[in-house]
T-cell receptor
């Protein structure tokens, strides 16, 4: 079945450090890929997405590129801020007609210190 | 900005009791979902709902679970006889329809934490 694997956390960084959170997936067909973020006390929010190979999703300084050859969708940010502290989830929707059925990774807790 | 709201934020119940978790999706959305996250585990899909019927459900969504849209605004998840392993955070989500076979972005609520004792 479909699955998503994220790097183990938690990740602790200093402000302005470079961030990478690795994500790899297994899926049949051509999935759409997503990063969701959950800030403390809030629901899951879509951070960025990519729907086909070589697409780059970007938002709020975060980027991720859909790499079909390595089945990866790693999240990067060049300079993190304290306000980026949150839980980050990589997810996919399988190709075809799986309406809104997201398959999530286990989540990575990011803590950014001043 | 429109948002998905869920109640209660936290519910504690005894094993075997019935629980109803409530959600108010974004008003013009047509697809509704429930997901859950057991502490320390992945967020898991439970069920999707469209046009007053279940579109898809996971193997977790057994006969103990049911969903309903009793009026034009609420979307509920009922667990008939709770078990200890039902303790989790339950997330409601909604989305619009982009085309006949795809949905738009899912908007999630803040979650309802269920604790079964």
């Amino acid at each position: 079945g479909d699955s998503v694997t994220q790097m183990e956390g938690p990740v602790t960084l200093s402000e302005e450090a470079f961030l990478t959170i690795n994500c790899t997936y297994t899926a049949t067909g051509y999935p759409s890929l997503f990063w969701y973020v959950q800030y403390p006390g809030e629901g899951l929010q879509l951070l960025l997405k990519a729907t086909k190979a070589d697409d780059k999703g970007s938002n709020k300084g975060f980027e991720a590129t859909y790499r079909k050859e390595t089945t990866s969708f790693h999240l990067e940010k060049g300079s993190v801020q304290v306000s980026d502290s949150a839980v980050y989830f990589c997810a996919l929707i399988a190709g075809g007609t799986s309406y809104g059925k997201l398959t999530f990774g286990q989540g990575t807790i990011l803590t950014v210190h001043p | 900005e429109p948002e998905v709201t869920q109640t209660p934020s936290h519910q504690v119940t005894q094993m075997g009791q019935e629980v109803i978790l409530r959600c108010v999706p974004i008003s013009n959305h047509l697809y509704f979902y429930w997901y859950r996250q057991i502490l320390g585990q992945k967020v898991e899909f439970l069920v999707s709902f469209y046009n007053n019927e279940i579109s898809e459900k996971s193997e977790i969504f057994d006969d103990q679970f049911s969903v309903e849209r009793p009026d034009g605004s609420n979307f509920t998840l009922k667990i008939r006889s709770t078990k200890l392993e039902d303790s989790a955070m339950y997330f409601c989500a909604s989305s619009d329809v982009v085309s006949g076979t795809t949905t738009g972005e899912l908007f999630f609520g803040e979650g309802s934490r269920l604790t079964v004792l």
